[in-house]
């Protein structure tokens, strides 16, 4: 059924068979699967299962996926590790994921690791503590810095220490077999090393680190081999067990005998002992623990996961943790103590290990309190993996236009049930066109790049007052020096609750910006007379200037205006000015209401009619902004108006007569003064049509002829000379039979500029 179903159910599909023994034959619909699957991640996992089979997908196959991604999907098999190998040798080792999965694939990559921390502070101090940890005296490492010298001391190594005897004359054979496989992958590794040497390569950053690693490891795992030879005493093989790292899946019957003879408290006691040297692996020994059914193995995991004994065991106890959670009891123990004191988000993933009723009713307990969480996506990911009919209300409660992963969520969970017809889901889109052009363009790397340069940044905001996360497609966001100084040019409403700037940054949203500067960075620089690349970043701001004051951000400024209109609701200028931030913030709509209030409190507000109607005409709505339109011409000829006011209000006046009558044909007369207003003198009997089609209003004397018309009623005496001084050379006058008309870009036209963008989005601002 694989190559049959939607994407969410077989990537569900997929991570289920990882845990499952696998037939060797019949593998078809696994290998037609990663043939036709267009997503990357899907595929990673179908190979992997390939890989774990012993199949080794063909490169026409492995074409689509980053070698990154695939790596951390391999397994701990041959093939897998083969495969790797020989992507290094093929020259694909720049990539650091190859050099940490061959460190991981030679059972170093806990060493690869602290080599690397340890490398900013000088090596001394860790090569001290391994020395003390191992009992045995280390070659030093402490000035080894290049290739030649790291291959050298591997040599060297390997020399020196113990080859393990073959499993069948050792005690414990499974864990010998896998002490000589290790040794044998790092032997393999110092070859392919001086292959790539000796055909002049140059080492990737990470190969001597990893040399040196593989330098610990093998005198690690000789002390390993040692102890577990010369030991009978059970107690004292934990001390073995805990020093590396083991992928044995069964536990060695000797080792089960002797733990059986133990006291429970006798064999957690000695594991405690072990863990509290502060650098031990312990997710083999709780295997055995698990296997074995000890009472009070998860009490002691949870001490590990907590931190008493260090961040390696720790992170070692979390894969532990994955194994024991298939026991109904230790699932049981969690839930009990999760209950009483809820984990963060990122730990729930483990409760898909068990999927019981008892583990969806703890997640359906905590939702609200996890979707409030900055990384609530932690908990509709397990919800996912969890798989309960009874998640599909709660999320799509929770859908929000641009959330995809509960989107995802979602319809798996109906699919699954078969619930599609619910009409609680019906509002949430069963596919996104995003989603089926990245599926499309994988495909392609020339739609691959169309996708990239049409993909908006969808940003996540978390809401201070309702604790939620959403995400935003955003048109202004301002970069700075440091991630504290990024701020967002626009008003944001939540999601959630609907209150407005109450928003902030979260971890996941500084990624999210960092992902838009590499995509800008990455299109930047293709080739193309494409243009540069549309994103929503863009410099410093500068001030922002409300009520006289200046603020760093349209928050600020907000909230300002806000508490000031708290202060004085009478106020019409307040009320404007609050309106003009949020215009100016993208939120006509919130807008609207402040405008309108402040003409209710001052009929005469100028401004606000002007911004009514530049919002109704921006939106289309020509006929509810024909009343505005004609109450800004009446206010436009007061005379105690503000003449530079004035001419502004007329040269915008101009553009929404033009524009009203170009779409709904409704004319406005603007050369006839309203009832009762001052005696005005006129050339002409009938009033000259202003029909503003063909005469350009950015000459200064055909804008001086228009607005002394439109003020006076005549044409100003000796000509059309410009107000500043500047004479215009032609010389016009109107007729009733000479319509006045104006020649103009319409306000949603395609800027002449060439942006792409509207031209009151661009130059008409």
């Given at each position: 059924?694989?190559?049959?179903?939607?994407?969410?159910?077989?990537?569900?599909?997929?991570?289920?068979?990882?845990?499952?023994?696998?037939?060797?034959?019949?593998?078809?619909?696994?290998?037609?699967?990663?043939?036709?699957?267009?997503?990357?991640?899907?595929?990673?996992?179908?190979?992997?299962?390939?890989?774990?089979?012993?199949?080794?997908?063909?490169?026409?196959?492995?074409?689509?996926?980053?070698?990154?991604?695939?790596?951390?999907?391999?397994?701990?098999?041959?093939?897998?590790?083969?495969?790797?190998?020989?992507?290094?040798?093929?020259?694909?080792?720049?990539?650091?994921?190859?050099?940490?999965?061959?460190?991981?694939?030679?059972?170093?990559?806990?060493?690869?690791?602290?080599?690397?921390?340890?490398?900013?502070?000088?090596?001394?101090?860790?090569?001290?503590?391994?020395?003390?940890?191992?009992?045995?005296?280390?070659?030093?490492?402490?000035?080894?810095?290049?290739?030649?010298?790291?291959?050298?001391?591997?040599?060297?190594?390997?020399?020196?220490?113990?080859?393990?005897?073959?499993?069948?004359?050792?005690?414990?054979?499974?864990?010998?077999?896998?002490?000589?496989?290790?040794?044998?992958?790092?032997?393999?590794?110092?070859?392919?090393?001086?292959?790539?040497?000796?055909?002049?390569?140059?080492?990737?950053?990470?190969?001597?680190?990893?040399?040196?690693?593989?330098?610990?490891?093998?005198?690690?795992?000789?002390?390993?081999?040692?102890?577990?030879?010369?030991?009978?005493?059970?107690?004292?093989?934990?001390?073995?067990?805990?020093?590396?790292?083991?992928?044995?899946?069964?536990?060695?019957?000797?080792?089960?005998?002797?733990?059986?003879?133990?006291?429970?408290?006798?064999?957690?006691?000695?594991?405690?002992?072990?863990?509290?040297?502060?650098?031990?692996?312990?997710?083999?020994?709780?295997?055995?623990?698990?296997?074995?059914?000890?009472?009070g193995s998860h009490q002691l995991l949870q001490e590990a996961l907590d931190g008493q004994y260090g961040d390696i065991v720790a992170e070692e106890g979390s894969?532990?943790?994955?194994?024991?959670?298939?026991?109904?009891?230790?699932?049981?123990?969690?839930?009990?103590?999760?209950?009483?004191?809820?984990?963060?988000?990122?730990?729930?993933?483990?409760?898909?290990?068990?999927?019981?009723?008892?583990?969806?009713?703890?997640?359906?307990?905590?939702?609200?309190?996890?979707?409030?969480?900055?990384?609530?996506?932690?908990?509709?990911?397990?919800?996912?993996?969890?798989?309960?009919?009874?998640?599909?209300?709660?999320?799509?409660?929770?859908?929000?236009?641009?959330?995809?992963?509960?989107?995802?969520?979602?319809?798996?969970?109906?699919?699954?049930?078969?619930?599609?017809?619910?009409?609680?889901?019906?509002?949430?889109?069963?596919?996104?066109?995003?989603?089926?052009?990245?599926?499309?363009?994988?495909?392609?790397?020339?739609?691959?790049?169309?996708?990239?340069?049409?993909?908006?940044?969808?940003?996540?905001?978390?809401?201070?007052?309702?604790?939620?996360?959403?995400?935003?497609?955003?048109?202004?966001?301002?970069?700075?020096?440091?991630?504290?100084?990024?701020?967002?040019?626009?008003?944001?409403?939540?999601?959630?609750?609907?209150?407005?700037?109450?928003?902030?940054?979260?971890?996941?949203?500084?990624?999210?910006?960092?992902?838009?500067?590499?995509?800008?960075?990455?299109?930047?620089?293709?080739?193309?007379?494409?243009?540069?690349?549309?994103?929503?970043?863009?410099?410093?701001?500068?001030?922002?200037?409300?009520?006289?004051?200046?603020?760093?951000?349209?928050?600020?400024?907000?909230?300002?205006?806000?508490?000031?209109?708290?202060?004085?609701?009478?106020?019409?200028?307040?009320?404007?000015?609050?309106?003009?931030?949020?215009?100016?913030?993208?939120?006509?709509?919130?807008?609207?209401?402040?405008?309108?209030?402040?003409?209710?409190?001052?009929?005469?507000?100028?401004?606000?009619?002007?911004?009514?109607?530049?919002?109704?005409?921006?939106?289309?709505?020509?006929?509810?902004?024909?009343?505005?339109?004609?109450?800004?011409?009446?206010?436009?000829?007061?005379?105690?108006?503000?003449?530079?006011?004035?001419?502004?209000?007329?040269?915008?006046?101009?553009?929404?007569?033009?524009?009203?009558?170009?779409?709904?044909?409704?004319?406005?007369?603007?050369?006839?003064?309203?009832?009762?207003?001052?005696?005005?003198?006129?050339?002409?009997?009938?009033?000259?049509?202003?029909?503003?089609?063909?005469?350009?209003?950015?000459?200064?004397?055909?804008?001086?002829?228009?607005?002394?018309?439109?003020?006076?009623?005549?044409?100003?005496?000796?000509?059309?000379?410009?107000?500043?001084?500047?004479?215009?050379?032609?010389?016009?006058?109107?007729?009733?039979?000479?319509?006045?008309?104006?020649?103009?870009?319409?306000?949603?036209?395609?800027?002449?500029?060439?942006?792409?963008?509207?031209?009151?989005?661009?130059?008409?601002?």
């Amino acid at each position: 059924m694989l190559p049959q179903v939607s994407g969410a159910v077989a990537f569900q599909l997929l991570e289920s068979m990882r845990s499952l023994a696998l037939p060797e034959t019949g593998l078809e619909p696994l290998q037609q699967f990663l043939r036709s699957d267009p997503e990357p991640h899907r595929k990673c996992l179908a190979a992997g299962l390939l890989f774990r089979l012993g199949r080794i997908p063909s490169d026409e196959d492995l074409a689509d996926i980053p070698i990154e991604m695939l790596v951390r999907a391999l397994p701990d098999t041959e093939a897998a590790v083969g495969f790797v190998f020989q992507e290094f040798l093929k020259g694909q080792s720049t990539g650091n994921s190859i050099i940490q999965a061959m460190a991981e694939a030679c059972n170093a990559e806990n060493l690869f690791h602290a080599l690397d921390r340890a490398s900013r502070k000088g090596l001394r101090q860790t090569v001290g503590s391994l020395e003390k940890l191992w009992q045995v005296k280390l070659p030093t490492i402490q000035g080894v810095k290049d290739r030649s010298n790291a291959q050298r001391l591997l040599q060297e190594t390997l020399d020196a220490t113990t080859e393990p005897d073959s499993g069948a004359h050792s005690r414990f054979p499974l864990l010998t077999d896998q002490l000589h496989q290790d040794r044998e992958r790092i032997r393999t590794l110092l070859k392919t090393t001086e292959e790539c040497e000796a055909r002049g390569e140059e080492a990737p950053s990470g190969e001597t680190r990893l040399l040196l690693a593989c330098v610990l490891a093998l005198y690690r795992d000789a002390v390993c081999l040692k102890g577990l030879s010369e030991n009978s005493d059970p107690m004292e093989s934990w001390g073995c067990l805990a020093l590396r790292p083991w992928q044995v899946q069964k536990v060695e019957p000797e080792l089960a005998a002797s733990l059986q003879d133990l006291e429970p408290e006798g064999a957690l006691s000695g594991l405690r002992e072990v863990l509290s040297s502060g650098w031990g692996y312990c997710a083999y020994p709780f295997y055995i623990l698990a296997a074995l059914r000890v009472p009070g193995s998860h009490q002691l995991l949870q001490e590990a996961l907590d931190g008493q004994y260090g961040d390696i065991v720790a992170e070692e106890g979390s894969e532990a943790e994955r194994l024991m959670l298939k026991d109904p009891e230790a699932m049981e123990a969690l839930l009990a103590r999760w209950r009483q004191s809820p984990p963060e988000p990122h730990r729930l993933h483990i409760l898909a290990e068990y999927p019981t009723e008892g583990v969806a009713q703890f997640l359906l307990e905590h939702f609200d309190e996890y979707m409030s969480q900055p990384f609530s996506l932690y908990l509709v990911d397990t919800m996912g993996e969890v798989a309960s009919p009874h998640f599909l209300e709660p999320l799509a409660e929770e859908w929000r236009e641009g959330e995809e992963a509960i989107r995802r969520t979602v319809w798996f969970l109906a699919e699954l049930h078969g619930m599609e017809g619910e009409a609680t889901i019906q509002h949430i889109p069963r596919e996104t066109k995003e989603g089926t052009d990245l599926a499309e363009a994988l495909k392609d790397p020339d739609k691959m790049v169309e996708v990239l340069r049409n993909k908006r940044l969808s940003l996540p905001l978390r809401c201070t007052a309702c604790k939620r996360t959403y995400k935003y497609q955003l048109e202004r966001v301002y970069l700075g020096k440091r991630a504290k100084d990024v701020t967002i040019g626009q008003i944001v409403q939540c999601k959630g609750c609907g209150l407005l700037e109450t928003h902030e940054f979260t971890d996941e949203s500084i990624s999210s910006l960092s992902l838009e500067l590499m995509r800008f960075s990455v299109l930047s620089e293709l080739p193309g007379d494409g243009g540069p690349p549309d994103t929503p970043l863009i410099g410093q701001p500068a001030a922002i200037t409300a009520a006289g004051k200046n603020f760093r951000s349209v928050s600020e400024a907000y909230h300002f205006l806000v508490k000031e209109v708290e202060r004085e609701p009478d106020n019409a200028e307040l009320r404007r000015r609050l309106g003009n931030i949020l215009r100016n913030g993208l939120r006509p709509d919130l807008a609207m209401p402040h405008y309108q209030e402040a003409l209710s409190l001052d009929p005469k507000e100028i401004d606000s009619v002007y911004s009514i109607a530049d919002i109704l005409v921006d939106q289309e709505r020509y006929q509810e902004a024909v009343p505005y339109v004609e109450t800004l011409a009446t206010l436009c000829r007061d005379p105690q108006l503000d003449e530079g006011l004035g001419r502004d209000i007329f040269r915008s006046l101009l553009d929404l007569v033009a524009e009203i009558k170009a779409k709904i044909g409704y004319g406005i007369d603007l050369l006839s003064p309203p009832e009762g207003y001052p005696d005005i003198k006129r050339e002409a009997k009938e009033p000259a049509v202003l029909e503003l089609l063909t005469l350009d209003p950015g000459k200064p004397g055909d804008f001086e002829a228009m607005y002394h018309l439109f003020r006076h009623g005549s044409l100003p005496e000796g000509g059309t000379e410009h107000r500043w001084g500047e004479p215009e050379a032609d010389s016009w006058r109107p007729t009733s039979a000479d319509p006045i008309r104006v020649s103009k870009i319409g306000r949603n036209d395609p800027c002449p500029c060439g942006s792409g963008k509207k031209y009151k989005r661009c130059c008409g601002r």
